[in-house]
C-alpha cells in the first residue's frame, strides 16, 4: 500500500507560478512510475507529467511550462507550473504505479486543487 499527500494548491492569476509536492508513504525509489495528472470539471482525468525509469513524459499543453521533479531523500515529487493559463485549472493528482513481477498497482492522492484566474 502506497499513500500520497499532496499540498500546494491555490489561487493565482494566469502567468504566475505555482508549485505542487507529492509526499509518498514509501521511498520512492521502490516505484516504478510517479507522476502527476489533473481533472477539470466535466473533463476526464488527464497525464500532467510523469517519470518512470529515467524517462520523463510531459502532456504537450504544460511542455515547457511546468516542470517534474522528486527528491529521492524526502520521498517526495514536485511539480513547479510556471505561465499558468486559466485552462490549466483543474484538481492536480498525485499517482504512483508500483510493479511486483506481473502484478502492478497504481495509487492516487486525495488530489488538491489548483485555480487560475484570468
Known amino acids: 500500500q502506497v499513500h500520497l499527500v499532496e499540498s500546494g494548491g491555490g489561487l493565482v492569476q494566469a502567468g504566475g507560478a505555482l508549485g505542487l509536492s507529492c509526499a509518498a508513504s514509501?521511498?520512492?525509489?521502490?516505484?516504478?512510475?510517479i507522476g502527476w495528472y489533473r481533472q477539470a470539471p466535466g473533463d476526464q482525468r488527464e497525464l500532467v507529467a510523469r517519470m518512470s525509469g529515467g524517462t520523463t513524459n510531459y502532456a504537450d499543453s504544460v511542455e515547457g511550462r511546468f516542470t517534474i521533479s522528486r527528491d529521492n531523500a524526502k520521498n517526495t515529487v514536485y511539480l513547479q507550473m510556471a505561465s499558468l493559463k486559466p485552462e490549466d485549472t483543474a484538481v492536480y493528482y498525485c499517482?504512483?504505479?508500483?510493479?511486483?513481477?506481473?502484478?502492478?498497482?497504481?495509487?492516487w492522492g486525495q488530489g488538491t486543487q489548483v485555480t487560475v484566474s484570468s
Open positions: 499517482e504512483t504505479e508500483t510493479r511486483f513481477f506481473e502484478d502492478s498497482k497504481e495509487y
Open positions: 514509501v521511498s520512492i525509489l521502490r516505484l516504478y512510475a
